[in-house]
């Protein structure tokens, strides 16, 4: 170190980097709780989208296993997505859903040991 | 090191929810000072070092809530702030190819309340200002925070020779720029 790096030393030492802006702790704190509040409120949002999306997809499910049960005059089946997909494939409406029910509940009183459910010949009227 | 509320600022609490606010309260107040000027000289833009400062609080916010274990908040601080500015620093040399020469907001003030010679201040500011970032810090450590040139090596992971190099390094150039006469005098390649 020589006496030219005194000088120059000297010259820095009589300042100083500025200080930081008042409102900068006021920003920092808030900010750090701010994360916390969003990743919790983050949380509860998401388990809140669940929770809705799961009761919605219940009541959509319940609802359509009710009217498929109403138009087809039988108790109640299960009525599950290869059974929508099925209805869809024969016409998408009343006719395909009425038929895909006949034949789940034929199905389960087979499997129950009861005799074929009788059928309604204008049943499939729409198919036509 | 302050005390606030019976906080150091510098013992983390073990699981204390309640008490992380109190605790980065009293963290701020004892070191935010420091890491904001070490952040100003190294960046040379008080945004950006504001933005340092900010992004390591957030972080020590983010251990405290998960509950995880620090062994020195100082020294934490300091790193995170250290990684934030080099962060900002590559940000912008790839942005701009070249980081240094900014200028425009104030970097120094007088020291211990001194009287300030606003010509004098602004030339070794734009002094600075064209100093690489790397040469920057270690003025900073060695003048502003008094640090030995063994604890800068072991803080920046260097060889003690490469640290007083890139300090002669600096306090040359700062020399060729300030003193007159000394212009074009010893100049010699210059590493970060």
């Given at each position: 170190m020589n006496h030219d790096d005194g000088a120059i030393e000297s010259l820095l030492g009589r300042y100083r980097p500025v200080s930081p802006p008042p409102d900068l702790r006021d920003r920092v704190l808030s900010s750090a709780v701010q994360t916390r509040s969003w990743w919790i409120a983050a949380g509860w949002f998401s388990a809140a989208a669940m929770l809705l999306l799961a009761l919605g997809l219940h009541l959509a499910t319940a609802r359509m296993m009710q009217e498929t049960a109403a138009v087809s005059g039988i108790g109640q089946i299960e009525w599950t997505a290869e059974a929508e997909e099925a209805a869809k494939m024969l016409d998408g409406g009343g006719a395909g859903r009425r038929y895909v029910s006949l034949a789940l509940a034929a199905g389960a009183r087979r499997h129950e040991g009861f005799p074929p459910v009788p059928m309604d010949p204008g049943l499939f009227g729409e198919m036509r | 090191m302050a005390d606030l509320h019976g906080h150091s600022g510098d013992d983390p609490p073990g699981g204390r929810t309640a008490e992380h606010g109190v605790f980065l309260a009293a963290a701020y107040d004892a070191n935010a000072a420091g890491l904001y000027r070490y952040a100003l000289m190294l960046l040379a833009d008080p945004g950006a070092a504001e933005d340092a400062v900010q992004q390591a609080f957030v972080g020590l916010a983010q251990i405290l809530r998960r509950g995880g274990d620090i062994a020195s908040c100082e020294s934490y601080l300091r790193a995170a702030v250290r990684h934030e500015c080099w962060r900002a620093v590559r940000r912008r040399r790839r942005r701009?190819?070249?980081?240094?020469?900014?200028?425009?907001?104030r970097l120094l003030e007088a020291a211990g309340g001194g009287s300030v010679d606003d010509d004098e201040r602004a030339r070794l500011e734009a002094a600075l200002r064209s100093l690489p970032a790397e040469q920057r810090e270690v003025v900073h450590l060695k003048v502003?925070?008094?640090?030995t040139f063994q604890q800068i090596a072991e803080f920046l992971g260097m060889s003690i020779n490469s640290v007083a190099s890139r300090y002669r390094y600096a306090l040359a150039k700062l020399r060729r720029q300030l003193?007159?006469?000394?212009?074009?005098?010893?100049d010699v390649h210059e590493p970060r």
């Amino acid at each position: 170190m020589n006496h030219d790096d005194g000088a120059i030393e000297s010259l820095l030492g009589r300042y100083r980097p500025v200080s930081p802006p008042p409102d900068l702790r006021d920003r920092v704190l808030s900010s750090a709780v701010q994360t916390r509040s969003w990743w919790i409120a983050a949380g509860w949002f998401s388990a809140a989208a669940m929770l809705l999306l799961a009761l919605g997809l219940h009541l959509a499910t319940a609802r359509m296993m009710q009217e498929t049960a109403a138009v087809s005059g039988i108790g109640q089946i299960e009525w599950t997505a290869e059974a929508e997909e099925a209805a869809k494939m024969l016409d998408g409406g009343g006719a395909g859903r009425r038929y895909v029910s006949l034949a789940l509940a034929a199905g389960a009183r087979r499997h129950e040991g009861f005799p074929p459910v009788p059928m309604d010949p204008g049943l499939f009227g729409e198919m036509r | 090191m302050a005390d606030l509320h019976g906080h150091s600022g510098d013992d983390p609490p073990g699981g204390r929810t309640a008490e992380h606010g109190v605790f980065l309260a009293a963290a701020y107040d004892a070191n935010a000072a420091g890491l904001y000027r070490y952040a100003l000289m190294l960046l040379a833009d008080p945004g950006a070092a504001e933005d340092a400062v900010q992004q390591a609080f957030v972080g020590l916010a983010q251990i405290l809530r998960r509950g995880g274990d620090i062994a020195s908040c100082e020294s934490y601080l300091r790193a995170a702030v250290r990684h934030e500015c080099w962060r900002a620093v590559r940000r912008r040399r790839r942005r701009l190819a070249n980081v240094e020469g900014l200028s425009g907001s104030r970097l120094l003030e007088a020291a211990g309340g001194g009287s300030v010679d606003d010509d004098e201040r602004a030339r070794l500011e734009a002094a600075l200002r064209s100093l690489p970032a790397e040469q920057r810090e270690v003025v900073h450590l060695k003048v502003y925070e008094a640090w030995t040139f063994q604890q800068i090596a072991e803080f920046l992971g260097m060889s003690i020779n490469s640290v007083a190099s890139r300090y002669r390094y600096a306090l040359a150039k700062l020399r060729r720029q300030l003193v007159p006469g000394h212009a074009g005098q010893g100049d010699v390649h210059e590493p970060r």
